[in-house]
T-cell receptor, first 109, second 115 residues
Framework: GQNIDQPTEMTATEGAIVQINCTYQ??????LFWYQQHAGEAPTFLSY??LDGLEEKGRFSSFLSRSKGYSYLLLKELQMKDSASYLC??????????WGAGTKLIIKP | ETGVTQTPRHLVMGMTNKKSLKCEQH?????MYWYKQSAKKPLELMFV???????ENNSVPSRFSPECPNSSHLFLHLHTLQPEDSALYLC??????????????FGPGTRLTVL
């Protein structure tokens, strides 16, 4: 079966750095997405990786290793507004998104 | 604002009621999706419409009935639901044109409670 694993919850301190990991086992691979979802709001697109390596976008970076079925989202200079759930999703061979359950990130002052 | 709107935002219904959820996208996309989001579970894809044609139905019970009258509007008709159907129902859209990311844009969701 298809599976996306990510930690359920993480806690970090304002101003620090946090890395949220995602491992996947899917039938085919056509890209990996990270979304941010604040409580009670819509998920919003953060990043897309289809080739191995690091994609940097401001304070957020996303890394992919296709051979290891692994990705991480790196958040730097954490701010209180970064408290949210972070969803990892992989597009499979049928071009459908397979979603992880999300990682709830709690930022403490 | 993501360019995808959903109404109502909250809905409480009894098991014998009939109601409909509405989604509208203002992005000119050609694909629309219904997802179910339950607490601490992955998003569950329910239905996909591409160019108004239903291309995916992930074994969803018949008490959920989608309708896509045009590429901008999507409905989810609900009847004789069960309490376990209580969840957040998210609508999304994307432009499927063989491009690179084709990320999905989500609406704010309808929080459904079935009594």
């Amino acid at each position: 079966g298809q599976n996306i694993d990510q930690p359920t919850e993480m806690t970090a301190t304002e101003g620090a750095i946090v890395q949220i990991n995602c491992t996947y086992q899917t039938s085919g691979f056509n890209g990996l997405f990270w979304y941010q979802q604040h409580a009670g709001e819509a998920p919003t697109f953060l990043s897309y990786n289809v080739l191995d390596g690091l994609e940097e976008k401001g304070r957020f970076s996303s890394f992919l290793s296709r051979s290891k079925g692994y990705s991480y989202l790196l958040l730097k200079e954490l701010q209180m507004k970064d408290s949210a759930s972070y969803l990892c999703a992989v597009r499979d061979s049928n071009y459908q998104l397979i979603w992880g359950a999300g990682t709830k990130l709690i930022i403490k002052p | 604002e993501t360019g995808v709107t959903q109404t109502p935002r909250h809905l409480v219904m009894g098991m014998t009621n009939k109601k409909s959820l509405k989604c509208e996208q203002h992005l000119g996309h050609n694909a629309m999706y219904w997802y179910k989001q339950s607490a601490k579970k992955p998003l569950e894809l329910m239905f996909v419409y591409n160019f108004k044609e239903q291309t995916e139905n992930n074994s969803v019970p018949s008490r959920f009935s989608p309708e896509c009258p045009n590429s901008s509007h999507l409905f989810l008709h609900l009847h004789t639901l069960q309490p376990e159907d209580s969840a957040l129902y998210l609508c999304a859209s994307s432009q499927e044109d063989g491009g690179a990311s084709n990320e999905q844009f989500f609406g704010p969701g309808t929080r459904l409670t079935v009594l």
